[in-house]
């Protein structure tokens, strides 16, 4: 039985959404959120319903989250604080994910009533290498290791778990390695780059992508939250698009570039403090990536709601944007053809 | 099957073939047959149409792997079909040797110093046998552009355990050219020689999956461009495995790019099962070995006796 759930990374919009769902769920007892800010965002998505989740601003940097934990009797913690871009710097961003997430778990490891531990981590950790094989498994070993950007946080925060999974061993540790979050609400680097008007794409290279749909993120991370289901799991909408479909189902404009002017292109995003352009964004939009979701299958019984297809329809379907002009020009074609 | 004579095969070919290319260009199952010629091809026009905006539309389906069925059956197929039937005469033996649906790995000898041979094995494998085969190639393949990606929609992935095992488990067609650049890349007085096959990974992979493994011997492509040097420091700064030298390149330009016509057979040789082995045996090297061995030999003899076959690789001349 669950008793007291914490959740971190409330303010942003996916905890929020996790937060709101745990708070939902009647075998709850409560739902404690916390993050470094208040949840201002929240109330601009039409107050997203953090429902009955308490809130505590704390700076997860600091041993403050100790307090929170040991003082309201936390047995789940639920970690989604994981950033993928620089709000300020790269460096903050750092000590945001790996400093933080330490904080967390020395945390959790004091604390004799932490039962259970669940970790959101991304499938950036296997990298995106043409040496690699085509398809990753949870136990494939990534052949080019990713050394910078989030990928790289990500690395060092499983370490961390795995560290802290070897010393508790009495409490279930999951560590769920999320596809690109895709949905009608999500903010990510990947999603920006795809409500561009024009697409910059790397010259002679057709990356395989793979989405996860907010929704199932959402479902994921709660089953997590109140099953004991120990293990490092691959999340993924079924299926595969490649980027040129991608270009082509948004209705938008593919511009190929030459790889060394694409990095230079990211460089430039990069300065201006738009995206977090680091060579692992470079070698996913060359090389692509795919993972194995048999084993959260198998464990779960389940099956993401939205094929990788499906999430990305539906992300552009949030933002007005379709293949329908090209499509209703063919079709306009085939008209002419067809009255011959 | 080898007692046919080569003329009564080609005809009895030639008579399958032409109903296969006839549905192939008509809409889903429908009896196109019935309409005119007026009516197909409007009807042609019209799945030309709807493929046009299923491409454009980005409305297709690839797999893991990246291979894109459309793209690689209706049109990088057409362009390589007119090789394997006018430019090369490909006459492919042995068919039912393929298994028609369940995974089996056809390992093949490698020549002809850029690898056509993997391509005209494909479009044998398509048209004769229905089947898609995904084949494992060199790394150095998907480090470049252009040429990695188009491999990955035609179905082909890298060269590594991991990716050998997926496929073959999932009831695949696996295509390995086990010499590699070795096969590939030697010189013109060694042809028709089989050359070393690497660490045997793919016999490991094999019995893993206890899928068969189909020898496969190809004659022909060892005279498309005989290979009698190689620029050996220039390669090797390009980090290319050889740059060749022919009677024809580099000497005439990109004309010099252009296959000779040799006449190519292609033969599927009897299965060698590997079902009786346990999975683990797979890590016994000596199993390894003595497989290995066996599927090389079977290539080597088909080989010789495919050879003699043929007769001269330049009908009617020499």
């Known amino acids: 039985m669950t008793h007291t759930v914490l959740v971190t990374g409330v303010s942003r919009h996916i905890g929020a959404r996790v937060a709101s769902a745990l708070a939902a769920d009647p075998g709850i007892g409560r739902v404690i959120g916390v993050d470094t800010v208040p949840p201002s965002s929240l109330t601009r998505d039409g107050g997203a319903l953090l429902g009955r989740t308490e809130f505590v601003r704390i700076d997860l940097r600091t041993p403050d989250i100790a307090q929170v934990i040991s003082a309201e009797d936390v047995d789940t913690v639920v970690h989604m604080s994981l950033v993928s871009e620089p709000a300020k710097s790269r460096s903050a961003m750092m000590e945001h994910n790996v400093i933080g997430t330490m904080q967390l778990l020395a945390a959790c490891q004091r604390s004799a009533m932490v039962r259970r531990v669940v970790v959101r981590s991304t499938t950036a950790v296997y990298g995106s290498s043409p040496h690699a094989p085509a398809v990753f498994t949870e136990d494939t070993e990534p052949v080019d290791v990713p050394h910078s950007g989030y990928a790289k946080d990500a690395i060092e925060i499983e370490g961390y778990v795995r560290g802290f999974a070897r010393r508790r061993s009495d409490v279930v540790t999951s560590t769920l390695r999320f596809a690109n979050l895709m949905g009608p609400r999500v903010d990510s680097p990947l999603t920006r780059y795809f409500s561009q008007p024009v697409l910059p794409t790397v010259f002679g290279f057709d990356p395989r992508l793979q989405f996860v749909h907010e929704d199932d993120v959402v479902e994921v991370m709660c089953r997590m939250a109140v099953e004991d289901r120990p293990g490092v799991f691959n999340v993924s909408g079924d299926g595969v698009l490649l980027l040129s479909q991608c270009v082509r189902r948004s209705g938008r404009t593919g511009l190929p570039v030459p790889s060394p002017a694409f990095g230079v292109l990211g460089m430039l995003a990069r300065t201006t403090g738009l995206v977090d352009f680091s060579p692992e964004q470079l070698a996913l939009m060359s090389h692509g990536r795919v993972v194995d979701t048999t084993r959260l299958a198998a464990t779960l019984a389940w099956r993401p709601k939205f094929t990788t297809a499906a999430a990305f329809d539906d992300f552009l379907q949030s933002r007005g944007t379709g293949a329908d002009r090209t499509a209703a020009l063919v079709d306009w074609l085939s008209g002419l053809a067809t009255r011959r | ?318």
């Open chain 2, 1 to 318: 099957m080898s007692e046919i004579p080569a003329s009564e095969t080609s005809s009895e070919e030639g008579a399958r073939i032409i109903p296969i290319s006839a549905v192939r260009g008509t809409p889903p199952p429908g009896p196109s047959d019935a309409t005119g010629p007026a009516g197909s091809v409007d009807e042609r026009l019209a799945e030309l149409l709807a493929l046009l905006r299923r491409r454009i539309a980005g409305d297709y389906e690839v797999d893991e792997f990246g291979f894109d069925p459309e793209l690689n059956d209706k049109v990088l197929l057409e362009l390589i079909r007119p090789l394997y039937r006018h430019w090369f005469r490909v006459e492919t033996l042995g068919v039912d040797n393929v298994p028609a649906e369940t995974g089996a790995l056809v390992v093949a000898n490698h020549s002809g110093t850029l690898p056509m041979d993997a391509l005209m094995m494909q479009v044998a494998l398509h048209d004769e046998a229905h089947r898609a085969v995904r084949l494992l190639g060199a790394d150095l393949v998907y480090q470049l552009p252009v040429l990695g990606h188009l491999s990955r929609k035609t179905g082909h992935t890298l060269a590594s355990r991991e990716d050998a095992d997926r496929l073959l488990r999932k009831g695949e067609l696996v295509g390995v050219f086990p010499e590699g650049f070795k096969g590939v890349g030697k010189p013109f007085s060694e042809r028709y020689k089989l050359q070393r096959f690497g660490r045997g990974g793919f016999v490991t992979s094999a019995v893993r999956a206890g899928t068969p493994i189909v020898p496969c011997a190809i004659v022909g492509a060892e005279e498309i461009y005989p290979k009698i040097g190689d620029f050996s420091t220039l390669a090797r700064l390009l980090g290319l495995p050889y740059l060749p030298i022919t009677p024809f390149f580099p000497w005439l330009g990109p004309l010099g790019l252009i296959p000779l016509p040799s006449k190519w057979l292609i033969e599927f040789g009897e299965p060698i099962r590997t079902d009786q082995f346990d999975p683990e045996d797979a890590d016994d090297p000596m199993l390894v070995f003595n497989l290995t061995d066996q599927v090389r030999e079977a290539i080597q003899q088909q080989l010789d006796a495919l050879r003699l076959r043929r007769g001269p690789a330049f009908p009617p001349f020499f």
